[in-house]
């Protein structure tokens, strides 16, 4: 039956005249186990037919994690040849049905910063984006893999543009490698972080907290995203003491210290 299929379906694309059918397949790893697995049995369907190809989108982590549980073996009661052998049902399934693997590559701190610095333009600029894409596009021409930052644009940008930029560009100049290697350069995680940064900016004006420091506040959003028992920690020592705590102040005296005999 399959055979036929395939058969009837290469059949159907010479009479289309298609030269080449890609079907882009985006955010697999957001199915369910089994909806997944459903979705790579589809696929195989069309496996070794001519004129097509399938381009998958997902985490293969989450796409392994979806195999070994539709297809792990319980017969064995040896644990550490069961753990062995799931895992080469995975790969097996993969190799048979994945031909050519690309993993794309984490953003490098220069480009975590353009990333941000485009996406602050965005929110604030609006129809004035258009400017500023076009000028990144002028200057990836020749210079593909310096920052592009503020200097860039302000030419193009008027005085109170420039003004509303200046503030959160700095800052994102300055905190640039701590994102990267926080977030290990994913692009959706740093656009979620700033989303959030912003959102906490706009209620710390709410609640008219004076002298508060939106570096610091970018510093903790880090730490929250990457170490959240020690987050957790430094909530606590700052909820349970006035003003800086003192565990903070000993780890500032330390880090001094060791940038001294550096």
Not at 150 to 163: A, V
Not at 203 to 226: H, P, Q
Not at 231 to 237: A, E, K, L, T
């Amino acid at each position: 039956i399959v055979r036929e299929f395939r058969d009837d379906f290469k059949e159907m694309i010479n009479k289309s005249e298609i030269k080449k059918l890609v079907v882009i397949i985006d955010d697999l790893d957001r199915c369910a186990p089994d909806r997944l697995i459903e979705n790579l049995e589809a696929i195989k369907l069309f496996l070794n037919v001519e004129k097509t190809a399938f381009v998958i989108g997902a985490d293969p982590r989450i796409v392994r994690h979806a195999i070994e549980h539709r297809y792990k073996t319980d017969s064995i009661e040896n644990s550490d040849d069961l753990d062995s052998r799931n895992k080469r049902i995975v790969s097996d399934y993969l190799e048979k049905l994945i031909q050519v693997q690309y993993f794309l590559p984490k953003l490098t701190d220069n480009e975590v910063e353009t990333y941000l610095t485009l996406l602050f333009c965005k929110r604030e600029l609006g129809s004035d984006f258009n400017k500023v894409t076009e000028e990144f596009q002028k200057n990836r021409e020749t210079n593909r893999y310096d920052v592009f930052g503020l200097g860039d644009i302000q030419n193009i940008l008027s005085p109170e543009q420039n003004k509303k930029l200046t503030e959160s560009v700095s800052l994102i100049a300055s905190l640039s490698p701590i994102i990267t290697e926080g977030l290990k350069g994913n692009p959706r995680q740093i656009k979620r972080f700033l989303n959030t940064f912003t959102l906490r900016s706009k209620l710390v004006k709410v609640a008219n907290l004076s002298e508060f420091k939106t570096d610091i506040l970018a510093k903790l959003m880090v730490l929250e995203y990457t170490e959240t028992s020690l987050f957790r920690d430094v909530h606590n020592w700052q909820s349970l003491q006035k003003g800086e705590p003192k565990q903070l102040i000993e780890l500032e005296k330390l880090a001094i210290e060791e940038n001294t005999e550096e």
